[in-house]
């Protein structure tokens, strides 16, 4: 096909559309369904600890230092792979790769088990480095493919495309778990059972039956996931232009010319004293947001009184669907205020909210006053992820690598995902508690407001 021009509504419409395919994982995988599958593993246990790496690790605190090393993995590999993309001038087939590690990962995760722990992690590492393996190549597209204009929008419309995409698999996937029969599940007992069972164990035995036949469809769900993301990815990979090929062979120098040009970057960012400013705000508030995003439903599971595991279920998986659906409305109000406040101000503004929800967990008690806090957290939740990437775009010089800049704000992020992600995990281990590691990152939304009062209107 012919190559669409900069700024046209088909290419950016292209661009936004991977986030109906890619944010199905976060929805399902990182966000509700998982955490509820990885729990109902240690029903039986009173400790909920597992052996693995030769240690015995709190189940929660498991999965967020699993999670913490493969943000670290990503946040090594992306500038060496962004430096061979940009020379090579193909990051669509890095995005790609990404794409399907993630989506076999996230299809892998069929069989998790306790038994299998370091095959099952395995899974769950590739799921999750393929997602956000594929952001890098994906988030450096936005300054190629629209003007500074329409960043702002597309970005907020990429998020709100990925809300409403992953609400409707969501939906299927809720359906699954909570009515396993309409699916075909098997909920039945033994006629012996029927026959000579008090009432008691009857229900008992249906009960039974019902959670086999929704930790099965719990399972089949992470099919629908992987399948879901490799196979909407395709119109965005058929779209968005492959780049322009620099020749030659990928030696030595070319595969360690990412780190080089992250070097270049920070360098620059000396003669860009608001790019510079803001890059370590975003540092610092990225640690906390990206931090309680990935544990929110693990913190829910442990920390509320639902009152059983069918309502439990059913509560997280409600949670999540208030903040999808609050969160378009959040990206859309953040858009707007940044527009009429600026990004700065708004993202302030939003920090301040991010803080006093933290304060607010610390008391969470009740399934009620968990709903109201999911509710805030989709207001900010969106806001802040489009905000953030739009404003760091909108703040870079001007510049035909775009990929090295993001690169370098990729690296940030996930270095400041590492480092909130094993204090959180830490705390959680030594204290036996989450609401201790939730309440300690208030210091970091407490620097980032700080930070972003020092960043200057203009550049200097």
Not at 8 to 27: C, E, G, H, M, P
Not at 201 to 228: C, D, Y
Not at 317 to 333: C, D, K
Not at 399 to 424: L, R
Request: hydrophobic fraction near 50%; aromatic fraction near 16%; proline fraction near 2%.
């Amino acid at each position: 096909m012919s190559k669409l021009e900069k700024g046209s509504k088909k290419l950016l419409n292209a661009w936004a559309f991977y986030d109906w395919a890619n944010s199905v994982y976060t929805l399902t995988i990182a966000s509700s369904i998982f955490p509820i599958f990885y729990s109902a593993l240690f029903v039986s246990q009173v400790e909920k600890t597992v052996p693995a790496f030769g240690m015995v690790f709190k189940s929660t605190a498991l999965i967020t230092y699993v999670t913490a090393f493969t943000f670290l993995v990503v946040a090594f590999t992306s500038p060496i792979l962004s430096g061979i993309a940009d020379y090579v001038g193909n990051k669509k087939n890095f995005m790609k790769f990404f794409c399907y590690v993630g989506s076999a990962g996230c299809i892998g995760l069929y069989w998790f088990s306790l038994e299998s722990i370091h095959l099952s992690l395995l899974f769950y590492f590739m799921g999750l480095i393929g997602y956000w393996g594929s952001l890098v190549f994906y988030n450096s597209y936005l300054p190629d493919i629209a003007f500074p204009e329409q960043q702002d929008r597309i970005s907020a419309k990429g998020f709100s495309m990925g809300y409403f995409g992953s609400v409707i698999l969501l939906l299927v996937n809720l359906a699954m778990v909570m009515k396993p029969d309409w699916f075909g599940f098997d909920i039945s007992i033994s006629q012996t059972i029927l026959k000579t069972g008090t009432e008691a164990e009857i229900t008992e035995a249906l009960q039974t039956a019902k959670n086999k036949a929704s930790f099965e469809a719990m399972r089949i769900s992470f099919i629908t996931v992987g399948l879901w993301w490799a196979v909407f990815s395709q119109y965005t990979f058929y779209i968005l232009p492959k780049g322009v090929s620099k020749g030659g062979k990928v030696t030595k120098d070319v595969v360690f010319n990412g780190l080089k040009e992250l070097k270049e970057v920070w360098h620059q960012l000396k003669q860009n004293l608001r790019l510079k400013r803001y890059l370590v705000a975003f540092f610092v508030f990225s640690m906390a947001v990206q931090t309680i995003m990935l544990v929110a439903v693990y913190f829910g599971e442990e920390e509320i009184a639902w009152g059983g595991s069918d309502a439990k279920t059913q509560g997280l998986i409600v949670s999540i669907l208030v903040i999808q659906l609050v969160a378009i409305l959040g990206a859309f109000l953040t858009s707007r205020a940044s527009a009429k406040f600026g990004n700065i101000k708004t993202l302030i503004v939003i920090n301040f909210f991010w803080m006093a929800l933290c304060f607010y967990a610390y008391f969470m008690e009740t399934p009620l006053q968990f709903y109201i806090a999911a509710s805030f957290v989709g207001l900010v939740m969106g806001g802040v992820q489009a905000l953030a990437r739009s404003t760091y775009s909108k703040f870079l010089p001007e510049t035909e690598d775009t990929t090295s800049y993001f690169s370098f704000f990729d690296v940030a992020e996930k270095i400041g995902i590492v480092i909130g992600m094993v204090i959180f995990a830490t705390i959680d281990q030594i204290t036996g508690s989450m609401r201790n590691a939730i309440l300690f990152l208030v210091l970091f939304f407490i620097g980032g407001i700080i930070l972003l009062f020092r960043v200057p209107s203009k550049n200097k």
